[in-house]
């Protein structure tokens, strides 16, 4: 019903910085939240930060208050992920996901991933 397309990763070099963006395709996105997760090699996912599609209400993870900014364009229908002062650390697959909030699972929606690369 919903389709999530990720596109940004990359190799970055420590303190740099890059944007991820996240085009959906559907009906009405009043009811959604918007979220972006993060998976390490060997590690579980992670809840990085989301956004409240009607409202613009933002959470963030607190590994990454004050580096990162979510937003989005409602008439480009895109969510995006600004990523600073990248480091190490922060080299993961990011995922986009889509929370119908009218239903009882978390998170409905998931894109394929995007690797981003920290390199030291």
């Known amino acids: 019903q919903v389709q999530l397309v990720e596109s940004g990763g990359g190799l970055v070099q420590a303190g740099g910085s890059l944007r991820l963006s996240c085009a959906l395709s559907?009906?009405?996105?009043?009811?959604?939240?918007m979220g972006w997760f993060r998976q390490a090699p060997g590690k579980e996912r992670e809840f990085v930060a989301s956004?409240?599609?009607?409202?613009?209400?933002?959470v963030y993870a607190d590994s990454v208050k004050g580096r990162f900014t979510i937003s989005k364009d409602n008439a480009r229908n895109t969510v995006y992920l600004r990523l600073n002062s990248l480091n190490p650390e922060d080299t993961a697959v990011y995922y986009c996901?889509?929370?119908?909030?009218?239903?009882?699972?978390?998170?409905?929606?998931w894109g394929q991933g995007t690797q981003v690369t920290v390199s030291s």
């Open positions: 559907g009906r009405s996105f009043g009811s959604y939240v």
């Open positions: 956004i409240n599609w009607d409202t613009g209400n933002t």
């Open positions: 996901a889509a929370d119908d909030i009218t239903t009882i699972e978390s998170y409905d929606y």
